[in-house]
């Protein structure tokens, strides 16, 4: 009999997870809260830093898990986890040999920045937000017309005290970077400006990137915090920065305000941690065991976790971390059940 492990959580962690457990001879079931697969990767337009269509990577992945008939249940909240079974806010409970948290994380929410308007004023939106547009067939200011002028903010919910999020998001500064190029190709003549504190670049191809962006793509990098924003009476954005390189205040008018926004640990986190005796992170993500041998391994033996639900990852990480996770589990099966 295949032992099963219970994955919770349907995106692109939970799916590479159960696809490498399969591959092992293990059973795996997926819960997911949402009522398909994909986790926050739907809806993404394109992926940095080769631009390639995040569908090219999501559709194949959500095909092979259909095709290795794993187990999936749809629109299901887990409210308490252990090493063997989770329990559905239904009351049900699905027994497991082993559990894998793979849940990700939550994108700030940008309301919480208020001097920035997002909500208050119609052109101010969120990298989401700029995704969805660029998927849905076109970006445009909210009367339809095109933005000329067009500043995009680093570091929105990330690496902020006020906000109790002191992190870096660490996928921020090349989704903007990508973002910026995506921009210029769409609107050749815009001015566009990337405000940022640091810009880190730290993946394969992404400094490159950033490179590219000054040299080819004539994108302004001004290092300068935003510090708030107002709309104007023709609905256009007006800024204040302080340029910290030269020193100088700045003020400008732009047609559309970019946020980019950070990566939160889940707000659930708290009670489930509680309730199944795993040790959370100050910034609220779960914490592993140590950043090296113990990587993808809880305090709880028995329970594991594949990519964003223990730190911001990128798409590449989570499905590389994926696969170390269902190695973690099949050594544990074996020691434990003599699998
Ligand atoms: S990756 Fe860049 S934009 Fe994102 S939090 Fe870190 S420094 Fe800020």
């Known amino acids: 009999m295949a032992y099963r492990v219970v994955i919770v959580g349907g995106g692109a962690a939970g799916m590479q997870t159960a696809l490498e457990l399969k591959s ?29 269509p995040a569908s090219d990577v999501l559709f194949p992945l959500a095909q092979r898990v259909k095709a290795a008939r794993v187990r999936c249940f749809y629109g299901q909240e887990v409210t308490d986890i252990a090493s063997d079974g989770v329990t559905l806010r239904s009351g049900e409970r699905i027994p497991a040999d082993a559990v894998v948290m793979a849940t990700g994380f939550t994108l700030f929410d940008a309301h919480r920045k208020q001097e920035y308007g997002y909500g208050l004023y119609d052109n101010v939106i969120t990298s989401v937000d700029l995704e969805r547009m ?11 017309t095109k933005p000329q002028r067009i500043a995009i903010l680093h570091c929105v919910g990330s690496r902020d005290e006020k906000v109790g999020q002191r992190h870096c998001s660490k996928v921020c500064c090349i989704t903007g970077v990508k973002q910026a190029i995506e921009l210029r190709e769409m609107f050749p003549d ?34 300068g915090r935003i510090s708030e924003a107002a709309e104007t009476i023709d609905k256009r954005i007006q800024i204040k920065a302080e340029d ?15 946020l980019l926004v950070g990566m939160s640990a889940n707000y659930e986190n708290e009670g489930i941690a509680q309730r199944a005796g795993l040790e959370l992170a100050p910034n ?30 990128s798409l590449a990480d989570t499905l590389a971390e994926a696969s170390l996770t269902a190695s973690a589990v099949d050594d544990y099966l074996k020691e434990v059940f003599n699998k």
Request: aromatic share 14%; hydrophobic share 40%.
């Open 24 to 52: 092992r001879g293990i059973e795996p079931v997926i819960v997911e809260r949402d009522i398909e697969l994909g986790g926050k990767v739907r809806g993404w337009h394109k992926l940095f830093p080769t631009f390639v």
């Open 134 to 144: 660029m998927n849905g067939g076109g970006v445009t200011l909210a009367d339809g």
């Open 190 to 223: 815009a001015d566009i400006f990337n405000f940022y504190m640091d810009i880190r670049m730290f993946g394969p191809g992404y400094e490159e990137l950033y490179r590219e962006a000054q040299e080819k793509y004539n994108i302004h990098f001004v290092r």
């Open 244 to 258: 910290t390189l030269t020193g100088r205040p700045l003020r400008m008018t732009i047609d559309m305000l970019v």
């Open 284 to 313: 609220g993500y779960f914490k592993t065991v140590d950043n090296f041998l113990g990587a993808v391994s809880s305090n709880r033996r028995g329970i594991f976790y594949a990519g964003a639900v223990t730190g911001a990852k």
